[in-house]
């Protein structure tokens, strides 16, 4: 059976993260259909404010570099160093604010110095972005890179998904949901469902990324085993439980899903529920089995 589809808060201007990549002459955008093509979209309306703003700002810069910044914002296409950029709003007392990455091609004539400048640069057109990292790629389908390296500013920000939700920790490259107001309604969903018959489940929570639902789960009574193989997201998930004095109530596992579930199964863990927010490539058959 198929539950009744909660719509979008908003229709618009609600995309809280963007992947976008950078093409020849500065495109900003996403591949075409078919190509590696990419198509530029400087009035993209399903953008948070804030992103667009970001993304505008880039844009310039792409078509006006500061001389520092050298390769780091020149398209690879046009044989820069410069493959894409993921923008991430967070928001905390009702201030949304920017954690920006730009994807850069790893080695060639790439110097972390150019990499500071295009930061620098960048942030100051915009004062809402609150740091700013380079993801560096090297080779792959892949849109961002195998490791993150912080150029300017805080290595992570808080970030509150639903109202009255203690804040969750944001940092460079872990995964959130892309709409906020959608994101809200599937947790309260989901926590509704948990505490639907039992005061104070346990729960174990697979994929759990920077930890929203679980630390609203911990918040509402429930002990929290959340596992994600993102290891700094599993940090700051485990600090922001011990911000909100939910350390008792939330233990994190820096581990792939599977193992943790197959080993929590082999050992006769009694689990109240178990919550999945798995890839698009969907659940590995031993984990379902698990």
Known sequence: DVEPTLPSPLEVGYRTRAKWMVGRDGALGLFRAGTHEVEDLPGCIVLRPVLAEAAAALRRLIASPPAAAGPALVAQADGGALRGVDLREVVHGGTPRVLATLVLAAGGALARAHGLAAAEAWAAAVPSIVSVAASLHRGGPQALGDAHELLLGAA????????????????????????????????????????????????LELFAGSGS??????QRGATVDAVEAFTPAIDRLERAARTAR?????????????????????????????????????LHPDLREA
């Open 156 to 203: 992570d920000a808080p970030d509150v998904i639903g109202e009255g939700e203690p804040p969750h920790v944001a940092t460079h490259g872990a995964f959130v949901q892309a709409n906020r107001g959608v994101a809200a309604a599937i947790e309260r969903a989901v926590l509704d469902a948990i505490f639907f018959d039992r005061p104070a489940p346990r729960l």
């Open 213 to 218: 639902l679980a630390l609203a789960a911990a």
């Open 246 to 282: 939910l350390g008792s109530r939330v233990r994190g596992h820096a581990m792939d899903s599977t193992s943790a579930l197959t080993r929590a199964a082999a050992r006769g863990e009694a689990i109240d529920s178990v919550v999945v927010n798995p890839p698009r490539r969907g």
